[in-house]
Nanobody
Framework: VQLQASGGGLVLPGGSLRLSCAAS????????MGWFRQAPGKERELLAA????????YYADFLKGRFAISGDNVKNTVYLQMNSLKPEDTADYYC????????????????WGQGTQVTVSS
């Protein structure tokens, strides 16, 4: 399984950004795709996840509806739309995959893309 994350960058507070994660290497029908982030000095945390067939999504409570995860089965790509961005959203963002169901702990996700950096600053 190969995951390629992209879309990070510098954005003003209150702005929006869409991250992409292109997946390859196998058929992902029974997989869950997740977006995590890790800020300097903090642990990596799960933000959102989606069952590849699209019938189940998970969001961390602290997001309060600002982020949305979606998938494109044709392009084998998962997206994270981030709105109303705040300076505290500054972090490296990672996509990950695991077989089965959503699990919060990072150690349960065996496949990871490289990080894409998001900086929210004026």
């Amino acid at each position: 399984v190969q995951l390629q994350a992209s879309g990070g960058g510098l954005v003003l507070p209150g702005g929006s950004l869409r991250l992409s994660c292109a997946a390859s290497g196998r058929t992902f029908g029974s997989y869950v795709m997740g977006w995590f982030r890790q800020a300097p000095g903090k642990e990596r945390e799960l933000l959102a996840a989606i069952k590849w067939n699209g019938d189940h999504t998970y969001y961390a409570d602290f997001l309060k509806g600002r982020f949305a995860i979606s998938g494109d089965n044709v392009k084998n790509t998962v997206y994270l739309q981030m709105n109303s961005l705040k300076p505290e959203d500054t972090a490296d963002y990672y996509c990950a995959a695991r077989y089965g169901t959503v699990v919060v702990g990072t150690k349960y996700w065996p496949y990871w893309g490289q990080g894409t950096q998001v900086t929210v600053s004026s």
